[in-house]
């Protein structure tokens, strides 16, 4: 049995694919590795909550999955693209396109309503004002937040704001979501509201959704869990729910 299909998660056709990734970092001559061996498909549909240890390489992984950062060896293709084959530039306009980001702490300009916020990635597409009012308030109506579009962020609940953000991760209509520690700041109340969200976006929207969670609640609305252990794949459970 190889890795891969260790760690075949079902489904249809991947929308990730993961040869071999590392990952290392250098502290002047020292080599740190981070990532190791790391084979893994991920179907397009699946809602996936990748878990381990504080310093197994999670948000690492994530960010090599996201385009956010470089593996220093092995490939990776998500969303139809070799990302190894992409400069630069292009790695951003491919993240525009394809990747919705959810962060731990919102990440919201404070100077912006929650329109103005939710507008941003439209602004780096070319679409025209009226197209992007549309798709704005639709993003806002489904994280049911059309009555604060002109709150700005100091004006919204952490459970708010973070449903500005995941308007936001969707507005461009990504074919995938990531998202880091996305209920890490929130109360059990909103992080429960946050989660059910996460999980409509996935089984209605069809979006592909990879959750780097520490918390096993979080973790429970997903449909499968990776662990990752010293930067190396450990093991994957599915989630009855
Ligand atoms: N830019 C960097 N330079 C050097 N080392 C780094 C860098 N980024 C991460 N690391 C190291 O890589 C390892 C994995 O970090 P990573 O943030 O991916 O872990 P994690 O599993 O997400 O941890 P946590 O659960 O605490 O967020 C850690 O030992 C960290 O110190």
């Known amino acids: 049995m ?43 549909g699946a809602y996936i909550a990748l878990m381990g240890p504080s310093g197994s390489g999670k948000t690492t992984l994530l960010n090599l999955v996201a385009g956010i950062d470089r593996p220093t060896g092995g490939s990776l293709e998500v969303c139809g693209y070799d990302l190894n084959d992409l400069d630069d530039d292009q790695l951003a306009s491919w993240r525009n396109a394809h990747v919705g980001f959810i962060f731990q702490n919102y990440n919201l300009v404070p100077v912006l309503n929650a ?77 429960e509201e946050v989660l059910a969200l996460m999980a409509r976006l996935n089984t209605e929207l069809g979006k592909t959704i990879v959750m780097v969670t520490h918390d096993p609640k979080a973790a429970h609305h997903a449909r499968h869990q990776i662990h990752l252990e010293k930067g190396v794949l450990d093991r994957t459970v599915e989630v009855n729910r």
């Open 2 to 44: 190889n890795a891969a299909d260790r760690f075949d998660l079902g489904g249809g056709e991947p929308v990730i694919t993961l040869r071999d990734v590392a990952k290392s970092y250098w502290r002047e001559d020292l080599e740190i590795p981070v990532l190791q061996g790391i084979d893994l498909e991920i179907p397009v």
């Open 115 to 191: 329109f103005e916020n939710v507008e941003l990635p439209l602004l780096l597409t070319g679409a025209g004002r009226g197209e992007r009012r549309d798709r704005v308030e639709q993003a806002l109506s489904l994280v049911n937040l059309t009555d604060r579009m002109r709150n700005y962020p100091r004006q919204l609940s952490g459970g708010q704001e973070q449903r500005v953000a995941i308007a936001r991760a969707i507005v461009t209509d990504p074919d995938l979501l990531v998202a880091d520690e996305p209920t890490g700041a929130l109360d059990a109340k909103n992080a």
